[in-house]
């Protein structure tokens, strides 16, 4: 296994294991089908489908070359949100859904504002790039999924209830985060960086302020004023991306803080 | 700084008005007691608990369930106000499912109370709880204060009026968090109790001479690095950084009878009749829970003879405002104002 693979099915794991304990009414455009809890018997499914987005993209492509006059962007919106393959990666691995909008957007932009064609088939690469990994990345989980080790995707909101499992959370969150802006709802992911903030991490800051005072007032920073104000400037999904890449480091820091604090904490009675 | 005592005893008993709710219940006072003195809990209870801090009052039910093998507690979790809705749709529909409401909030107890929802707790139960916490139909579980943290080696207590509508008017450079909600809870209250007028024009003072932070750990810190004097902030940030940095150059200070030093509070009602869900509550109002609260959590302990967390003035001599605090929900007329002032 290479270590982009290692590090991919890490990720796929934490991810997944996380997302079940995230909140359900975040989730997908559309309603969450059973089959996200079955991967295995629908990955040909899922097969045919990446397939059939990538040539319907590349006809939205074609017709721009054409210099199709009838030719509306939209309709890639309307593709990608038809597939179950949709909410398949999007409950099992959020930044490469992100990925999938970003590049979305950045065919249908490039095509909006008259682009030079062959900028246009940089971003379908990119685009078709991030659907065969993300295809890749639910195999991998239908693997996990097949031997027990995925928990059941919830559909009904669930709170972590331990300091590290809130921390969990947000890093899910935070991808969330990402995701709503590459699909264009910045203010769908303003409001999750809030709520995020106000329903997470506030509940877990007391304990970390005595550890490491600097690190939480970096992170409220980073709630508060910086990625808000990414997302506001409307910088791009790389810029947004990598606030709340600098942000999951220093949270991965804060979840070590967390377990130490509760191994030193005494009983109640 | 002047600090008026306040609610000593029975004889401030004219003020116990002036707390959230205003109605106090019992005059009577007890010592609080041992969980070792505690019925054990049997049968099926349902807790809608508001989010709080973290997983400490996690830890607290956890050794609620470990003491009581017999108890089958259910718990939902989510906002204090959205649970508070919830339980007022609930009771309004005809239907219970909950058996008691925590809240972090009094704000959301307000709304369940007022909902006719709430049933009446034992005299005997109350009376453990300090002068002015005491009502009939909630118990306050824990409490937190406003207070002006200071930098220690750039002021002199005796600098810092003990009114807070006069540091528009001093020369101190101050921190604040206007986007902060606690922050605007804060100044919510000053709304209702001096007046949009006088808000207006403190924020205008203030703005003048402040030193804008996104939140109130950021407040404190930026304290203790002489980046600015004094600061608003809740009492528990300038505690918890004191507890990792006992040396930090950082002391609380304390208003007199304004938003300045407004306490809140967590709180519990019971929605079901009968002795389980009241029992319940007895454990929170332990001894242990309420030490345990207090050292963790840095959270005000609201029983008879725990320990204020260390580095908190004792509560009996703290004067906080004459306010309902269900009022501090009607936050939209204050954000319209730090708007218009531009501090938003």
Same mark, same amino acid.
């Given at each position: 296994m290479t270590t982009t693979l290692k590090r991919m099915s890490a990720l796929v794991l934490a991810s997944t294991m996380t997302l079940a304990l995230a909140?359900?009414? +975040?989730? +997908?455009?559309g309603a969450i089908g059973d089959h996200v809890n079955n991967l295995q018997a629908h990955i040909s499914e899922y097969t045919e489908e990446v397939h059939w987005l990538e040539e319907k993209f590349g006809s939205v492509v074609n017709a721009y070359e054409a210099k199709d006059k009838s030719l509306s962007t939209d309709v890639m919106i309307e593709y990608w949100e038809e597939v179950d393959f949709h909410s398949a990666i999007e409950t099992q691995y959020v930044p490469i859904y992100a990925s999938i909008w970003q590049g979305i957007y950045g065919v249908k932009t490039a095509i909006d504002n008259g682009k030079p064609v062959s900028d246009v088939r940089d971003e379908q690469r990119k685009l078709n790039h991030a659907l065969w990994q993300a295809l890749g990345a639910v195999k991998l989980a239908s693997q996990y999924q097949k031997k027990g080790m995925l928990a059941k995707v919830q559909t009904t909101e669930v709170e972590p209830t331990t300091g590290p499992a809130v921390i969990d959370d947000i890093k899910t969150r935070l991808d969330r985060v990402v995701a709503k802006y590459a699909e264009q709802l910045h203010e769908v992911a303003t409001t999750l960086v809030h709520d995020t903030y106000l329903q997470r991490f506030e509940g877990v800051e007391g304990d970390l302020i005595a550890k490491d005072a600097q690190l939480v007032e970096d992170l409220e920073k980073d709630f508060n004023v910086t990625l808000p104000q990414a997302i506001e400037k409307d910088a791009g999904v790389d810029s947004v991306r990598n606030v709340v890449e600098a942000m999951q480091a220093k949270l991965d820091k804060a979840r070590t803080l967390l377990v130490e604090a509760e191994k030193g904490r005494k009983d109640v009675f | 700084m002047q600090r008026r005592l306040f609610l000593q005893g029975l004889a401030a008993a004219g003020a116990l008005g002036s707390l959230p709710f205003g109605f106090a219940h019992a005059l009577t006072q007890a010592a609080s007691v041992s969980v070792e003195s505690l019925p054990k809990l049997e049968g099926d209870l349902t807790l809608y608990l508001g989010r709080g801090e973290g997983g400490l009052y996690e830890n607290v039910l956890d050794a609620i369930k470990k003491r009581n093998p017999k108890l089958n507690l259910q718990i939902r979790r989510g906002g204090s106000a959205a649970l508070a809705n919830t339980i007022v749709a609930e009771t309004k529909a005809g239907v219970?499912?909950?058996d008691l409401f925590w809240a972090v909030d009094t704000g959301s107890i307000g709304m369940v109370t007022d909902s006719g929802a709430a049933k009446p707790l034992p005299v005997e139960l109350t009376a453990q709880l300090k002068p002015g916490f005491q009502y009939e139909r909630w118990s306050p579980v824990t409490g937190r204060v406003r207070t002006l943290p200071y930098n220690t080696e750039r002021v002199n #207590? =005796?600098?810092? #009026? %003990?009114?807070?509508?006069a540091l528009a008017d001093s020369d101190l450079k101050i921190g604040w968090a206007p986007a902060y909600s606690s922050f605007q809870s804060f100044v919510t209250a000053m709304r209702i109790l001096e007046g949009e007028k006088a808000t207006r024009s403190w924020l205008k003072g203030i703005n003048r001479n402040a030193k804008k932070y996104a939140g109130e750990l950021g407040v404190v810190m930026g304290v203790e690095r002489g980046e600015v004097d004094i600061g608003f902030a809740n009492h528990y940030y300038t505690l918890r950084l004191k507890s990792g940095k006992p040396d930090a150059n950082v002391a609380l200070a304390y208003t007199n009878? %304004? =938003?300045?030093c407004l306490v809140n509070a967590s709180g519990i009602v019971a929605l079901s009749e009968g002795d389980l869900p009241v029992n319940f509550i007895r454990y929170l109002l332990t001894h242990e829970v309420q030490s345990y609260l207090a050292r963790e959590a840095y959270e005000i302990p609201l029983v008879n003879d725990v320990a204020q967390p260390q580095g908190l003035a004792d509560l009996s001599t703290l004067s906080p405002p004459k306010l309902d605090l269900r009022k501090l929900a009607d936050l939209r007329p204050t954000l319209n104002l730090m708007r218009d002032v531009g501090v938003l």
């Open positions: 909140s359900g009414n +975040a989730l +997908a455009n | 219970k499912r909950a #207590p =005796a600098q810092i #009026p %003990d009114n807070v509508m009878n %304004d =938003a300045g």
